[in-house]
């Protein structure tokens, strides 16, 4: 069956660092995959799109990577700050479906 | 406008009630969506309509019925819920994936808190 799984459920960073988030995914073949931010009591909000075609992506301090061999995208943060504390969501999609399933996310604290 | 709206904020609904949760998004997408979210958990998708149709209904028990009255509204009509069915309650809008290239990016609302007693 499907599956995506998302590195750790926390992860706590000193403010600065890079913080590195996995998504893994099996039985799945996307043609892309999505990045969602979620504060709490809040709905996502979508960050970075990146095609199976396409190795690496950035938007300011947020880079993601694809890699449909290993099945995994890694997303990066850097030069971390404590208003990126968020839960994280991957989503990888097709593009003949209106379905999004959700990995079950990463909750990062970067503390001061 | 990028904005999906989504009222009432909070609801707080007895098991005999019957209360309808509404989205709102003029962005001109045709595909909407609703998803369930309980605690330290990812969003759960429950329905898709597309082109004011329904194309996905995830097994959802019945006391929950969706209705999209036009492209740009989308409510979630509620009836008889049990205590279990308190969660975060979404709605997304995108749009509707045509082509390689397209994708379904997805805009969420701020999310309805039911709590049902």
């Known amino acids: 069956s499907q599956k995506i799984e998302q590195n750790s459920e926390a992860l706590n960073i000193q403010e600065g660092k890079t913080a590195t988030l996995t998504c893994n995914y099996t039985?799945?073949?996307?043609?892309?995959l999505q990045w969602y931010r979620q504060d709490p009591g809040r709905g996502p909000v979508f960050l970075l799109l990146?095609?199976?075609?396409?190795k690496e992506k950035r938007k300011e301090r947020l880079k993601v990577t694809f890699d449909t061999t290993l099945k995994q995208s890694l997303f990066h943060i850097t030069a971390s700050q404590p208003a990126d504390s968020a839960t994280y969501l991957c989503?990888?999609?097709?593009?003949?479906?209106?379905?999004?399933?959700f990995g079950s996310g990463t909750r990062l604290s970067i503390r001061p | 406008d990028t904005e999906v709206t989504q009222t009432p904020k909070h609801l707080v609904m007895g098991m005999t009630n019957k209360k309808s949760l509404k989205c709102e998004q003029h962005?001109?997408?045709?595909?909407m969506y609703w998803y369930k979210q309980k605690a330290k958990k990812p969003p759960e998708l429950m329905f898709v309509?597309?082109?004011?149709?329904?194309?996905i209904n995830e097994s959802v028990p019945s006391r929950f019925s969706p209705e999209c009255p036009n492209s740009s509204l989308l409510n979630l009509h509620l009836h008889a819920l049990q205590p279990e069915d308190s969660a975060l309650y979404l709605c997304?809008?995108?749009?509707?994936?045509?082509?390689?290239?397209?994708?379904?990016?997805?805009?969420f609302g701020p999310g309805t808190r039911l709590t049902v007693l």
């Open positions: 962005m001109g997408h045709r595909a």
């Open positions: 989503a990888p999609g097709y593009s003949s479906a209106s379905k999004i399933i």
């Open positions: 039985n799945y073949s996307p043609a892309y």
């Open positions: 997304a809008s995108s749009q509707v994936p045509s082509g390689a290239s397209s994708t379904d990016t997805q805009y």
């Open positions: 990146i095609r199976e075609n396409e």
């Open positions: 309509y597309s082109y004011e149709k329904l194309s």
